[in-house]
């Protein structure tokens, strides 16, 4: 089975930086692109980033363009979005999920809490 | 940034009624990569329809996508109990990918 496992989240002061970590399980990584998506609790889905299967195409949402820069390990067949500058605009469940023939598995989700 | 508009923002029907959602596009989405989704309270969005008309693995067929260009639609034939839940429309064919602002599907 598609299993998507998020990690690394937690509550940082405005400004500061965190990775996170995405643990993909049950299908061949490198053959996908994948993404990261978050939502407000209570509010809507917003796209954040994009990687295709060989790094050789990266996408950024305009709000986070600059600050947010994805990547991934093939290796250890994991995704990861390093998040600099953050906001407290940027508080949200980080989802990360696999681009099939769009966006058909999604893991549970880290929690990102930007506070002072 | 293709801007995607979805109606109506309630839906409200009983079990059994057909329901019919709308996703309009600001622009021409390319190559009808047009993905439909559903998200239970607490649980993460599934994918329901991708290619605008192609229904995802295990998705029942009461579940239709239809449309091109800028308008797409979502029906659902006869709704069932699990089917009441909060509904995204999903352009992936230009970056920066977009999501619509979700209608919720609620029990009258």
């Known amino acids: 089975d598609v299993q998507l496992v998020e990690s690394g989240g937690g509550v940082v002061r405005p400004g500061g930086s965190l990775r996170l970590s995405c643990a993909a399980s049950?299908?061949?990584?490198?053959?996908?692109?994948m993404s990261w998506v978050r939502q407000v609790p209570g509010k809507g889905l917003e796209w954040v980033s994009a990687?295709?299967?060989?790094?050789?195409?990266?996408g950024y949402a305009d709000s986070v363009k600059g600050r947010f820069t994805i990547s991934r390990d093939d290796g250890k067949n994991s995704l990861y979005l390093q998040m600099n500058s953050l906001r407290a605009e940027d508080t949200a469940l980080y989802y990360c999920?696999?681009?099939?023939?769009?966006?058909?598995?999604w893991g549970q989700g880290t929690l990102v809490t930007v506070s002072s | 940034e293709i801007v995607l508009t979805q109606s109506p923002g309630t839906l409200s029907l009983s079990p059994g009624e057909r329901a019919t959602l709308s996703c309009r596009a600001s622009q021409s989405v390319t190559g009808s990569y047009l993905g439909w989704y559903h998200q239970k309270s607490g649980q993460a969005p599934r994918l329901l329809i991708y290619?605008?008309?192609s229904r995802a693995t295990g998705i029942p067929d009461r579940f239709t996508g239809s449309g091109s260009g800028t308008d797409f639609t979502l029906t659902i034939a006869r709704l069932e109990p699990e089917d009441f839940a909060v509904y995204y429309c999903?352009?992936?064919?230009?970056?920066?990918?977009?999501f619509g602002q979700g209608t919720k599907v609620e029990i009258k």
């Open positions: 049950g299908f061949t990584f490198g053959n996908y692109g």
């Open positions: 999920a696999r681009k099939g023939a769009a966006l058909d598995y």
């Open positions: 290619g605008a008309s």
């Open positions: 999903q352009q992936y064919g230009s970056s920066p990918w977009t």
């Open positions: 990687i295709n299967w060989n790094s050789g195409n990266l």
